[in-house]
T-cell receptor
Framework: AQSVTQPDIHITVSEGASLELRCNYS??????LFWYVQSPGQGLQLLLK??????LVQGIKGFEAEFKRSQSSFNLRKPSVHWSDAAEYFC?????????????FGSGTRLLVRP | GAVVSQHPSWVICKSGTSVKIECRSL??????MFWYRQFPKQSLMLMAT?????????EQGVEKDKFLINHASLTLSTLTVTSAHPEDSSFYIC???????????????FGPGTRLTVT
């Protein structure tokens, strides 16, 4: 069965420090992978996506993610975190379930940024 | 591009009444829209998949008679919570799906969410 695991419920980093949020997936076929960010009381904004090709993908707001098939991972990184990056981050895999194409979400990682 | 709106952004209703939430794709046509529910500090829970012109497909455990979904056009889907009760209070988020490339996967773009409080 398809699943996404985000092992870190909370992560706290200092402003200016680097960030890595972990994501592992389970999916039988070639995965389509996404990272979304959600600010409190808001919907989800797409940060970046991987479909094929270069395994290092660039997204908005200075984020990047690397697809590693051998590790079934799609970790999100940012070299220098800003206070405005504090939010909830969701990793998702796009999966065909029955006749529909759905997103399977991880449980999310809450990022806290220390001034 | 790929903007999805929801209306209202928040609503308070009395127990036993019904409330309708609209989801619109503003700059693209979406053959499929999704409705999610999110509890505080939790991930999104898919409630149903809505295809234009056909009946919605509900996830296991979601009462289709309580959560009525209508997808009348390629840009509009509505969720009606009927006979609402306090336990229906939640954050409801819709998304609209389309294919950027004909050979590529479908991408989902999310609305800003609707906070429903039932008193």
């Amino acid at each position: 069965a398809q699943s996404v695991t985000q092992p870190d419920i909370h992560i706290t980093v200092s402003e200016g420090a680097s960030l890595e949020l972990r994501c592992n997936y389970s999916y039988g076929a070639t995965p389509y992978l996404f990272w979304y960010v959600q600010s409190p009381g808001q919907g989800l904004q797409l940060l970046l996506k991987y479909f094929s090709g270069d395994t290092l993908v660039q997204g908005i707001k200075g984020f990047e993610a690397e697809f590693k098939r051998s590790q079934s991972s799609f970790n999100l990184r940012k070299p220098s975190v800003h206070w405005s990056d504090a939010a909830e981050y969701f990793c998702a895999v796009g999966a065909r379930v029955d006749s529909s194409y759905k997103l399977i979400f991880g449980s999310g990682t809450r990022l806290l940024v220390r001034p | 591009g790929a903007v999805v709106s929801q209306h209202p952004s928040w609503v308070i209703c009395k127990s036993g009444t019904s409330v309708k939430i609209e989801c619109r794709s503003l700059d693209f046509q979406a053959t499929t829209m999704f409705w999610y529910r999110q509890f505080p500090k939790q991930s999104l829970m898919l409630m149903a998949t809505s295809n234009e012109g056909s009946k919605a497909t509900y996830e296991q455990g979601v009462e289709k008679d309580k959560f009525l979904i209508n997808h009348a056009s390629l840009t509009l889907s509505t969720l009606t919570v009927t006979s609402a009760h306090p336990e229906d209070s939640s954050f409801y988020i819709c998304s609209a799906s389309f294919r950027v490339r004909t050979s590529g996967p479908y991408e989902q773009y999310f609305g800003p969410g609707t906070r429903l409080t039932v008193t």
